[in-house]
Structure formats: structure tokens, C-alpha cells
């Protein structure tokens, strides 16, 4: 069907602003992905309803979260990159997809435990149900591959699980999709680097795609660099440091300088701490110059997204009609 290497599909929900971590562990990836394959990149803000959220500022977030796919270098002329909620056969067939799924493989998912315990007082259905809509992203496009991070490898699982079981009752229709587990770094926080960088943590935990070159050497200038240690395989904070050098900057000679140990070796972190927000500015400047320009033209923004709409529909709904007819819908 595809002129090109496989067919890959990911999302990410439109939840806050991108950081360094989102950028190097998941971005970046797609960027590269989209050379040689066929690629659906989609902004998946049914999900992001299943928590509390503030209705007037979904739009914008939504937005932004197109323009920095954009700055970051997902190509429109390459890949299709949606809204899921401009593409309505998402829904539908998650419906489908609900009369199939055993409400015990809702119930032992992760990220609902984690999810239900931590919005206790908010608790609701799509909560639960919120993998079956994933299941319903990835199986309309038919990907080979989905690229993801390690939290949500359960969902593509049960993907893989809800593809088999309609096969097995409706007859064989679908392929299963597998997880692209590219070999990224995980970046950590930069003030409990214990942990992951997430917007969660607050903004001075992480380095913001949209931060301007002062807020990444101040932040960089506060980052914790002992805390953590090797000793139960996590790395401290000043390993997150070099690694963060090491992926990001180009000066091969003070690189070879950092020895293997991820020491700083003869440098004081004082004056390898400037170097760092450097090579971190020289890499996100164009983008964020590019996600500032985009945001100061949204409807050209939103003409991208509305093509990348009529590319996925024309898939979606072919998905959608071969399924209801199996299932003596149509
Ligand atoms: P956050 O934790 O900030 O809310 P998300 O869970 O929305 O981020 O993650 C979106 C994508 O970015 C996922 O593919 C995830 O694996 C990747 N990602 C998030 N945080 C990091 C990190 N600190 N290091 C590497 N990749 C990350
Ligand atoms: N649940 C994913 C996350 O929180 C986002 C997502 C939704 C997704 N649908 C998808 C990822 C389909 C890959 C494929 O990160």
C-alpha cells in the first residue's frame, strides 16, 4: 500500500509544553523515522480528557503541541500528522473495540492504577477505558511498528492482545503491530535526578523546547550534580549532565576529554556547567526560533493539520467499514 519501508504510527498527548527529555526520547526519533518509512504522527487530545483539564486553554495546547512537531522537523509532505479528534472513526472504532476487551485486561493496566489512584475524586470511565482508544489509533493505520516509551509498551500489548481476538472472532483482519524500542536516553531532572525529566515535577526540573537561552543557563547553573549516585544503577546528577553533553554537543575534543566514567575529569563543574547550557542553546535555538514563527502564523499551522486530517480519514474509514462489515455492522 506504502511506497516505503514500514508503516509507523505514535501519538502524544497535548498535556503542556515539550521538554529536552520529550525531545531526545521521542521526537527526535520520529524525526528520523520519517525519512525512510510511512509515518502518522497524531496529537491525541481524547486522551488528555481523561484528566482534569481546563477546557479554553485545550486549543492552544493543541496547537503548540503541532508547532513544535513542525520545529522540531516532522515534515507534512512526509508524514501525516492529525488531530485525533479531527478523525472520527478513532471513536467509532473504539467502540467496536469495547464489546471485545475483557474488563480484567482494563483493570491490571499500569497506567491506570497509577492514573485512578493519583485522580481519585476524578475517576471515570475513559480513564479505564483509555487503551482501548489506543488500541483504535494504532489499529486503523495498520503500523508494523510503534514507537514508545517504556510506560506505555503495556498498552501496545494489550493492542496486540485486542488484534488478536478480533481475528480470532471476526477472522483474520488484522496484523500485529510491535513496539519500536529505539535506543534513546532517558533524561533525568535536572534538581532530583533520581527521577525522569517531566513537566510534572514543575518547569525548573526540566529544560523547555520554548525556553529562552538565559532560563536554559540559569537552569543549567542550578542543576543538583551529586545527588542520586551509581550504586543501585541509578545516575547521578552529574552523569545526566554529561550524558546531556555527550548526545548534544559537537566538540568532539572536549568530549574525548570526558572519560568514559563520566567524569568531568579536570573541569570544575562551574566551568563545565556554561559549556552544557551551550551546547543545549546551539541545538534547541532553531527550533524554538522556528516554533515562535509557526505560532505567529496558526492558521497555517491549522491548514497543515486539517490535509493531515484528510490523509488519515481516507485510511481511518476504510479500516473502520472493513471492520463493521466483519462484525455484520455495515
Ligand atoms: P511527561 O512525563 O513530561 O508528561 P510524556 O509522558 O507526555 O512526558 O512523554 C511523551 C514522550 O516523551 C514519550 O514517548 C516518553 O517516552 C518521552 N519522554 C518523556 N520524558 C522523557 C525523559 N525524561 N527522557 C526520555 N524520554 C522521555
Ligand atoms: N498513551 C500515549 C502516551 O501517553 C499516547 C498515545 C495515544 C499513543 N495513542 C497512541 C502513542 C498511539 C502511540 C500510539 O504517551
New binding site residues.
Given amino acids: 500500500m506504502f511506497p516505503k519501508g514500514k508503516v509507523i504510527l505514535?501519538g502524544?498527548?497535548p498535556?503542556?509544553a515539550l521538554?529536552l527529555?520529550?525531545w531526545?526520547?521521542?521526537?527526535k526519533n520520529w524525526v528520523n523515522l520519517q525519512q525512510d518509512n510511512h509515518c502518522f504522527f497524531t496529537i491525541v487530545d481524547l486522551h488528555a480528557i481523561t484528566i482534569p483539564y481546563e477546557p479554553k486553554e485545550l486549543p492552544q495546547r493543541v496547537l503548540e503541541l503541532a508547532a513544535d512537531f513542525l520545529a522540531a522537523g516532522i515534515d507534512p509532505e512526509k508524514s501525516v500528522l492529525f488531530v485525533q479528534s479531527h478523525v472520527p472513526e478513532h471513536v467509532e472504532l473504539a467502540w467496536l473495540f469495547n464489546t471485545i476487551t475483557p474488563l480484567g485486561e482494563l483493570e491490571r493496566m499500569t497506567q491506570f492504577k497509577d492514573k485512578a489512584s493519583e485522580h481519585r475524586e476524578a475517576q471515570n470511565a475513559g480513564l479505564l477505558n483509555y487503551p482501548i482508544l489506543m488500541a483504535a489509533d494504532i489499529l486503523l493505520y495498520h503500523p508494523d511498528l510503534v514507537?514508545?516509551?517504556?510506560?506505555?509498551t503495556q498498552h501496545v500489548e494489550f493492542t496486540r492482545t485486542l488484534a488478536r481476538k478480533f481475528n480470532s472472532t471476526f477472522g483474520e483482519y488484522f496484523t500485529e503491530p510491535k513496539v519500536y524500542e529505539a535506543q534513546?536516553?532517558?533524561?533525568?531532572s535536572l534538581l532530583e535526578p533520581a527521577k525522569?525529566?517531566?513537566?510534572?515535577y514543575g518547569p525548573n526540573h526540566?529544560i523547555f523546547l520554548s525556553d529562552e537561552p538565559e532560563t536554559i543557563r540559569k537552569k543549567i547553573a542550578k542543576a543538583v550534580t551529586d545527588d542520586g549516585g551509581t550504586a543501585d544503577g541509578r545516575i547521578s546528577g552529574g552523569r545526566n549532565l554529561l550524558q546531556l553533553f555527550k548526545v548534544l554537543s559537537d566538540d568532539k575534543a572536549l568530549k574525548q576529554q570526558l572519560d568514559d566514567q563520566y567524569r568531568v575529569g579536570e573541569l570544575k563543574y562551574s566551568e563545565f556547567k556554561p559549556l552544557l547550557a551551550e551546547a543545549i542553546i546551539k541545538t534547541l535555538e532553531p527550533i524554538r526560533k522556528k516554533r515562535q514563527e509557526l505560532l505567529s502564523k496558526p492558521k497555517q499551522v491549522e491548514k497543515t493539520l486539517l490535509s493531515g486530517r484528510d490523509s488519515a480519514r481516507v485510511i481511518a474509514a476504510k479500516t473502520l467499514s472493513d471492520v463493521k462489515e466483519r462484525m455484520g455492522l455495515a
Fill in positions: 505514535s502524544m498527548q498535556s503542556g521538554h527529555g520529550n531526545l526520547g521521542a521526537l514507537p514508545v516509551g517504556e510506560d506505555q534513546v536516553p532517558r533524561v533525568m525522569k525529566m517531566s513537566k510534572s526540566c
